[in-house]
Structure formats: structure tokens, C-alpha cells
């Protein structure tokens, strides 16, 4: 256990010695699918939810197909899949883009993610009380207004812990990123797994890495829902 | 409850004993049948190949009666030291982390690692070549550990993948400039195939004991020094009467005994 932290613990946390590996890598991808996901998720929830069917229908059929299939295989189509096409390879930029691995993951990852994350605002904007809808348009509040002001503070709030639960999971999903040769967590700990032959080792720091992350977003999560929630916490007798 | 104890710890050091005198009427080879032509499956379920074969004569010659036990390649290790099987005879290279755990027999054949590129690139496997470019090998396998020791320090981009066949798509693509592969392995599994269509071998066979080994062999328990004994001979004696060289050209056109 001592010699593998002492010969791994760089390649655990941010270097194998010429790229990033590991911790790194994973918080990276975390990170960066998980913002691109929270963006695009706000437009789409409220398309989703439109009266328009021409609005959310598209959404609801790119959302079923990204929930409806597995996050492995989304990885593969990306990277794999679409790198095979000739035109793909034929157009630069295209070229360009999907040759690289962290590209094809980020793109899988972030539109995976963005469409659970659409899915959990859209239910939370739905779940809007209409007393909230009400007063907005009794002071006059056009549309985008309404949404701005009220609706979306409102149901962004309600929607943390579901959300909270959603990067958790998004976490423990980028450990599939090796599939597209990112080099994240579970990579080193299979490269010392192939190099010791001591599994319960590598895998037990593995996982003792990812606990720790969870700890840390958990607590995160903590902290925002006590400052934005409170309005929902029952009053102290 | 002592006298319990005494009787069970009695009965285990005869049982034990009687295992350690056992004279090899018998012996059990784990195999993971998933690597022609080395070892696989016939359509009739019969197990083929060439370590298959080699292991059969080896049997024939310690007047043995052959038990072959299949098992996942990543749990030969713990399997053989639990005494599932006495051998591992599935194309296991023998090196020093093996080495730390268990035996090995006499090495049965040493196939060469080589580099494969697009026909006519001009790549050779050197760093100075390679310089730049980008080269896929397998993850764990002892090629990843050459190209990380001899070229990722020359500025070459050494790529590791999950699986060989993954290394494989990307070459096919044109992701990877190169990639580093067991050279039966590359000619079986591609070159031979039509996605292996304009490319080949670029350069010759590399040589280096310490990352590469020195060969694959069959692994064994470290007590049972009886049995590494008594199929050294057989392998020698295959060897030296030429029945190695009978097995081998049934499956090969080139020497896989190597250096």
C-alpha cells in the first residue's frame, strides 16, 4: 500500500509525467460537462416546457434519446463512431475536433448531462406554485420577465437537490472517460493494477479518491441549499 | 475444544503433506481460450492452439493425464496459488511482478513486439523517427511499458487504450500515426483483415529483456518445484528431438521459440 502511494500519488492526483492524469483529469471533465450541461439546461427546460409543441418536442426527443441510451455508449458513438465517417474526417474543423479524445468526452458528458439536467428544471419549473405566476402578472411582469424574476430563481432553488444528485452521479460517470484514452482516475488504478497485480489496493484508492470528491461536493451542496432554501426550511419555535 | 483444534490442524498437515508427496498422476492447466492461435475455442468446443498442443505433449511426457480449466486471464494468479489448476499455460509472459508471486516454468516461446504503420510512411520504431507522432498501445501490456521507457522521453506521444482492438479503430482512422503490438497478435487480428488494408510493419522486431521479458512460460506454484523440475525436461526434450518444431509449424510460418 506505502510503495504504491509513494510511486503513484503524482499520477493519482495530476501527472503521470507528460500529461494530466487522474484527479486532474476527472474534475476537469466534471467540471467542464457539468457547466456546459447547466447552461444549455436553462433554454431547453423552458422550451421543454412550452405550450409550442414545435418547442418541446425537439427537446423531448433529445432528452429521451440521451437518457434512453447509456453514457458508454454515447462515448463510443462520439468517439469511435463519428470519427469513422469519412465526411467527419474530411472537414477540418471536424477533424480537428473529434480527433481528440478530451473533445468527443466533453461532448458526450456535457450533452448527457445537459439532458437530465433539462429534465429536473422542467419538472421543478412545472412545479412552480401558480400563486408565485399570479402575483408576477399582477404586477404587470411580461413573459421574460416573469421567467427571470420569478420563475427561474424559484425553481432553480427547488430544483438543488435533485441537481446535487445529478453531479454526484456525473461524477462517478467519468470513469468511463478511459474508453476515449482520457487518462482519469480509474485509469491509474488500473495502470497499477496491471503493474502490482494488487487490485484491493489500487481500486481501494481509487474509490477512496472518489469518496473524498463526493464529500466535498456533498458539503458544497450543503452549504447552497441552506443559503437558498431557506425560505423552504420549517420555522424555528 | 484444544483436542478439537489438535485433531483439525493434524488432519490439514496430512492432507497437506499428502499433497506435497502427490507424484503427478494428474495435472490441471488454467487457460483463457480468447487468443488464437495460441489458445481458442474450436466451433465444437474443443480447445485448440498452440499452447494447447504444446501442453497436451508436455503431459504425454510426465505419462500425465492433461485437465484443462478454463479461467479469466486477470484471475489466473490468485486462481493457481488457491489450487484451482498446478499450471497457467496461456501465453503468460514471465516478469519481475510475476515473478514476485509465483514460478515459472522453462520459457515455451518469446514472440516479438513490433511497430505497425501506414505502408510507405517511413516510421521506424526509434524515438528520433517518432518524434511527435502519436503511438497507441494497450494498457498493462509489456509494450506500453517500452514505449514509455525508451520513447516518451524523446518527445514521442505514447497513447495508451484500454484495449487492443480500440488501439486498432484508431489506427484504421488515422487518429494514431503508429501503433505497438505483440507482432502475431497485429498480423492476425489486422493486417490479415481487410480493415488492415495499407498498412504494415514498420521496422523490425524490438529487443529489451527488461521491459519486454524474456518470453512467456507456464506459470506455477513456488512449492511445487517437483513439477517446474519435471516439465523443464519435457520442454527441453521437446526442444532437442524436434517435436517443438513439428507443433510450431502447424501454426506458424516464422520462429516463435525466439532469442
Not at chain 1, 480537428?96 to 422542467?122: D, V
Not at chain 2, 527488461?210 to 506459470?219: P, R, S, V
Request: charged fraction near 20%; aromatic fraction near 12%.
Amino acid at each position: 500500500m506505502i510503495d504504491i502511494i509513494q510511486q503513484y500519488w503524482k499520477a493519482f492526483l495530476w501527472t503521470d509525467g507528460y500529461h494530466l492524469s487522474g484527479l486532474a483529469v476527472t474534475m476537469w471533465l466534471l467540471v467542464v460537462s457539468i457547466a456546459f450541461g447547466f447552461c444549455a439546461s436553462i433554454p431547453l427546460a423552458i422550451a421543454r416546457v412550452s405550450r409550442s409543441k414545435w418547442l418541446s418536442r425537439p427537446v423531448w426527443l433529445f432528452s429521451y434519446v440521451f437518457r434512453g441510451t447509456p453514457l458508454y455508449i454515447q462515448l463510443l458513438f462520439f468517439y469511435t463512431g463519428m470519427y469513422s465517417l469519412d465526411i467527419v474526417r474530411d472537414v477540418d474543423i471536424l477533424n480537428h475536433f473529434f480527433r481528440e479524445g478530451y473533445n468527443c468526452t466533453i461532448l458526450a458528458f456535457g450533452l448527457n448531462t445537459c439532458a437530465y439536467t433539462t429534465e429536473i428544471f422542467a419538472g421543478a419549473i412545472k412545479a412552480t406554485p401558480y400563486g408565485e405566476i399570479e402575483a408576477g402578472r399582477a404586477y404587470g411582469m411580461n413573459k421574460f420577465t416573469l421567467y427571470r424574476r420569478v420563475i427561474i430563481p424559484s425553481a432553480l432553488r427547488r430544483a438543488l437537490p435533485a441537481y446535487s444528485n445529478e453531479v454526484i452521479l456525473m461524477l462517478h460517470a467519468t470513469t468511463v472517460a478511459f474508453t476515449a484514452t482520457v487518462p482519469d482516475i480509474l485509469k491509474v488504478a488500473r495502470d497499477v493494477n496491471a503493474a502490482t497485480y494488487d487490485s484491493f489496493d489500487a481500486f481501494g484508492l481509487a474509490a477512496l479518491i472518489y469518496l473524498c470528491i463526493t464529500f466535498i461536493l456533498v458539503a458544497l451542496f450543503r452549504k447552497a441549499e441552506s443559503k437558498w432554501l431557506a425560505h423552504l426550511r420549517p420555522m424555528k419555535t | 475444544m484444544r483436542k478439537v483444534i489438535t485433531a483439525v490442524s493434524l488432519a490439514l498437515m496430512a492432507t497437506s503433506f499428502g499433497a506435497f508427496a502427490k507424484d503427478w498422476k494428474e495435472v490441471r492447466f488454467g487457460v483463457d481460450a480468447s487468443y488464437a492461435p495460441f489458445e481458442s475455442k474450436a466451433p465444437d468446443g474443443k480447445l485448440v492452439g498452440f499452447d494447447i498442443d504444446l501442453g497436451n505433449e508436455i503431459c504425454a511426457r510426465l505419462k500425465a493425464k492433461c485437465v484443462w480449466v478454463e479461467n479469466d486471464f486477470d484471475g489466473m494468479i490468485p486462481a493457481l496459488k488457491a489450487k484451482k489448476f498446478d499450471g497457467v499455460l496461456s501465453s503468460m509472459s514471465i516478469n519481475e511482478a510475476r515473478l514476485k508471486e509465483i514460478n515459472f516454468s522453462a520459457k515455451l516461446f518469446n514472440t516479438p513486439t513490433r511497430m505497425v504503420a501506414k505502408a510507405g510512411s517511413g516510421l521506424m520504431p526509434t524515438a528520433a523517427s517518432l518524434k511527435g507522432k502519436r503511438v497507441g498501445v494497450e494498457q498493462g501490456t509489456i509494450q506500453e511499458a517500452y514505449a514509455k521507457a525508451h520513447w516518451a522521453p524523446g518527445g514521442v506521444e505514447v497513447v495508451p487504450y484500454q484495449n487492443q482492438s480500440l488501439v486498432l479503430a484508431d489506427l484504421a482512422s488515422g487518429r494514431l500515426d503508429a501503433s505497438l503490438q505483440d507482432a502475431i497478435q497485429a498480423d492476425e487480428g489486422f493486417l490479415k483483415k481487410p480493415e488492415g488494408k495499407g498498412f504494415a510493419f514498420a521496422g523490425g522486431d524490438l529487443n529489451d529483456p527488461k521491459t519486454l521479458g524474456t518470453g512467456a512460460g507456464i506459470g506455477l506454484r513456488k512449492e511445487d518445484t517437483d513439477l517446474k523440475a519435471a516439465i523443464d525436461k519435457a520442454i527441453a526434450g521437446m526442444l532437442k528431438d524436434g517435436t517443438y518444431k513439428k507443433i510450431e509449424k502447424k501454426y506458424f510460418k516464422f520462429d516463435v521459440y525466439g532469442k
